[in-house]
């Protein structure tokens, strides 16, 4: 349950928090994720690298990368938790929210797709007070898990790194 309610779990964000730390350091992963777009094949590379789990290789890219991004962990209709990268700190997705409706997460997990391909996306579509120039660009891309019933999603926000 508690992997399950991350954002609420201080203990589980901690062992989690130290975990990526220890199995996945910083001098290891860094140097090579600022030279590659944060996507999901990206993810699942580490995960394979270091033997652990996309949610975990997924945290861990975002903790360090030096893009504009968020992992978005929910249920498929409601957010769960959300992380940001340093430089995504002025945008934010709050626990309990509802995932937006003509989002490619809402989108996918309607129709029961597992995965999608990085895709642009209208910005107000998750951030509608969110004030961009109209060539301004999100990316949003999803998996999911049927083992746990979430869906993890990232959106990455070029214009803001």
Known sequence: ADIADYGRSPEEAEANFFAAALLMSKPLIAPGLSKRDPEFKVVEELAREFSVTRT?????????????????????????????????????????????????????????????????????????????SDDFELFEEMRYSSTYRAALTLLWLPGLS
């Open 56 to 132: 975990a290789a997924a945290r861990r890219m975002v903790d360090l990368s030096k893009h504009a991004v968020m992992l978005v962990s929910s249920n498929g209709q409601e957010v769960n938790w959300c992380a940001r990268s340093a430089s995504a700190r002025s945008v934010f997705v709050a626990p309990g929210s509802p995932i937006p409706l003509h989002s490619v997460t809402a989108e996918c997990v309607a129709r029961g797709a597992r995965a999608s391909e990085p895709e642009a996306v209208d910005p107000a579509i998750w951030f509608p007070d969110l004030q961009v």
